[in-house]
């Protein structure tokens, strides 16, 4: 060949390839993500075990002044971790190496401040090490979090602490195998121990931490693994914690104007900006209960089936991926109570994605097609295989014409990221009979994945129409379901005239319910407005599906004299709170009493004292007397004694006693768990039957 016409050849195919255009979708737009974030991505569903020095000290935040000695698990098996992990589809976990006490899971050469002083196998024993282990052999992966804030450490605050964070990032990076994420918290700074110091320290958060020397560090040792931080700066917070992200959530980022730890964070950066100049995609982390540690006092408190569905719903269906908390306890284990909640969302969410609409290619015409990217390629869940119009003739649409009526309620749909986060604006629209188009969701942002939750939908076609992109859009995937609806019983609202609620979480269920003690569906009372109670009565009730026939569980309640005619003597403008059916409202009795006039005698045999429901508790009551009076002048002793474990369990205590006349009723405080004023959410009388 002519040499000349050869580089000629050669200089024209290099000029168009390299010539960004406008119409190719094989350009990229930036910014797009790296292989370590793609291959993040697609984990989508993780685990977060908090387990340290605050699981056996019962604390959030420890101070850093604890006594190693006091680590020190009954039974601890990350065996168990993972498998629950494992059975949940979780892809792997992270776990706090270091919380912000400074305490080290691993023996670290760093501190005595570690496990090398635990009681726990005698200072032999590492935590790190077992849980890494424990993963791998599922075939799961392994990440830390490892606390930048150390209320333990002396040196905190000067240039040598931060040389120690970095021996210690070193340690847990040569050590343990292969790591998938790095997690640094943005909180630090303030008040501690620091090796006996016991002062307020803080850090200019910005500069301290010279986080590019230790960001070099983690490349280095650990090439695969992404770094979280509030600027990444791989993977950024998520700008909350209860595990929601938002409807509009970019993966691109102002990563410049960012720094972990900044006040103005969550309102500003949390959400991604559309002209974000790094690709740094949200995380959104979440305990499973109230607390990040395990408490004994939350075990009733893990969060429901459907918090934790919207959690799910909210986080992957919303360009997120989800990093789902457990608070391992003093066992060293993950409790049953998680547990049993995790298999119920695991499972709810995979019946959700069990009955997919299915779809071939000739269900699907698009507006336009761009060479390859041809529509069928949407049926792949494959991100590769991506759909992307021609530009330049108006909005890009996909028509799913189906064979026949469909049902669904769930969309769910992925752009192509590995060539940037491009949709804007979106619609899905529905068919009528007269063949009209009706919009059903107007929605912004796609991302790796969105999934929409819809009411039930019938139709033969559905119109997805991309109103406005950054350019070309390239949608990977998109695909349909017919979630069955959520089957759980109604949630009795009673308030103090007893009027009495039967909320359920699915529109379109029955309740059926009975207030005889007979079986509710049997009873043939199917609920239509809200009734009501007045004397004790026991509620059965049930939800039904009436597309599939199913019934929820049977709910029993046993509800109590209505509180209509009560008032509460003596007290303050919040003693109200007392008798108003709302255990999330308190009242605070500083004479460590509560006296309530009932309205009018009534035969009574026990007591109910709902303690506080707060995050943090205060002023439960220990030790307690029940007085009655007829008169409210002359009071009789009804009942004496201990509200036992209280402190770890605080749910509705029932105390009966020997039926008596009263219209007057006293709960008086002899202690209460902490030396507070004396708290109530609720007080309440049983009556003889
Ligand atoms: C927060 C910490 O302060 C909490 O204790 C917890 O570790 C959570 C994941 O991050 O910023």
């Known amino acids: 060949m002519n040499f000349k016409l050869f580089i000629l050849g050669l200089s024209i195919v290099l000029f168009v390839r390299c010539q960004p255009s406008q119409t190719d979708p094989l350009t990229p737009v930036l910014p797009i993500p790296d292989e370590r974030q793609l291959a993040w991505q697609g984990m989508e569903f993780y685990a977060f ?18 006594d190693p000695s006091m680590f020190n698990p009954t039974d601890f098996d990350p065996k168990q971790w993972a498998k629950v992990c494992k059975e949940a589809g979780m892809k792997g976990i992270i ?22 002083n635990a009681a726990w196998k005698d200072g032999k024993g590492d935590i790190i090490k077992e849980v890494a282990e424990a993963f791998r052999a599922e075939g799961l992966k392994f990440g830390v979090y490892l606390s930048p804030w150390d209320r333990n450490n002396a040196d905190y605050g000067t240039p040598k602490y931060v040389e120690t964070f970095r021996a210690q990032l070193r340690e847990l990076l040569t050590n343990y195998g292969e790591v998938f994420e790095v997690w640094f918290d943005g909180a630090n700074g303030g008040s501690g121990y620091y090796g006996g110091a016991n002062e307020e320290r803080r850090v200019d958060k910005k500069s301290y931490y010279d986080w590019p020397t230790t960001f070099a560090m983690i490349r280095e040792l650990q090439p695969n693994a992404v770094v979280f931080g509030d600027a990444g700066p791989d993977v950024r917070w998520v700008g909350n914690e209860h595990g929601f992200a938002y409807e509009s959530t970019w993966s691109n980022l102002l990563r410049d104007s960012v720094y972990a730890g900044m006040p ?8 991604g900006q559309e002209n974000g100049t790094h690709w740094v995609p949200a995380e959104a982390d979440v305990s ?5 540690y395990y408490h004994p006092y939350e075990d009733h408190k ?42 119920k969302l695991v499972d709810k969410v995979k019946e959700d994605f069990s009955q997919k609409i299915p779809l071939k290619s000739s269900n699907l015409s698009a507006s336009s097609e761009n060479g390859d990217y041809v529509v069928e390629n949407l049926l792949s869940s494959e991100m590769k295989s ?3 119009p021609a530009s330049g003739d108006g909005p890009a649409t996909v028509t799913i014409d189906f064979d026949e009526v469909q049902t669904f309620n769930r969309f769910l749909v992925q752009e192509n990221i590995s060539l940037g986060q491009r949709v804007k604006s979106f619609e899905l629209e529905i068919q009528n009979e007269n063949g009209e188009w009706k919009s059903i969701a107007k929605e912004t942002t796609i991302g790796y994945k969105r999934i929409l939750r819809l009411p039930e939908t019938k139709t033969t076609a559905v119109k997805f129409t991309i109103h406005d992109a950054k350019d070309s859009p390239v949608i990977s995937h998109l695909a349909f379901y017919d979630a ?23 529109e379109g269920v029955q309740v059926y319910y009975s207030l005889d003690g007979k079986d509710p569906v049997q009873s043939g009372k199917v609920y239509t407005q809200e009734f009501e109670v007045m004397l004790p009565t026991k509620l059965m009730a049930v939800t039904k599906d009436p597309i599939s026939g199913k019934f929820s569980e049977v ?4 509800l109590q004299l209505a509180k209509k005619n009560w008032t509460v003597v003596g007290g303050d403008e919040n003693s109200g709170n007392l008798i108003d059916e709302d255990p999330s409202t308190n009242y605070i009795s500083n004479q460590n009493i509560a006296t309530i006039d009932l309205g009018e005698k009534q035969e009574v045999s026990g007591f109910t004292y709902y303690p506080m429901q707060n995050r943090y508790l205060s002023g439960l009551i220990k030790t307690y007397v029940f007085y009655t009076s007829v008169d409210g002048n002359n009071w009789q002793k009804a009942a004496e004694g201990e509200f036992g474990n209280i402190a770890n369990s605080p749910i509705e205590q029932r105390i009966e006693f020997d039926q008596r006349s009263a219209r007057f009723i006293q709960l008086k405080a002899k202690s209460t768990t902490d030396d507070q004023p004396a708290s109530f959410a609720e007080l309440g009388v049983l009556l003889t039957e």
């Open 49 to 66: 075990a908090h387990f340290n020095m605050n699981t056996f000290t019962n604390m959030e935040w420890g101070l850093g002044d604890e």
């Open 95 to 116: 776990i706090t190496a270091k919380h912000h006490d400074g305490f080290c899971l691993w023996p670290t050469a760093t501190t005595e401040h570690s496990v090398k």
């Open 264 to 271: 103005e964070y969550s309102k500003k950066y949390s959400r």
């Open 288 to 292: 499973i209960r109230p607390g990040w």
């Open 302 to 343: 893990v969060k429901t089936l459907p918090q934790l569905l919207d959690i799910y719903y909210n986080s992957i269906g919303r360009n997120s991926s989800l990093l789902l908390n457990f608070p391992v306890d003093k066992t060293g284990q993950i409790h049953e109570n998680d547990v049993t909640q995790l298999m």
């Open 386 to 388: 991506s759909w992307s």
């Open 484 to 506: 069955p609806k959520l089957l759980l019983p109604p949630a009795v609202d009673r308030d103090k005239n007893g009027t009495v609620k039967l909320n359920v979480v699915e």
């Open 555 to 558: 709910i029993e309640v046993n």
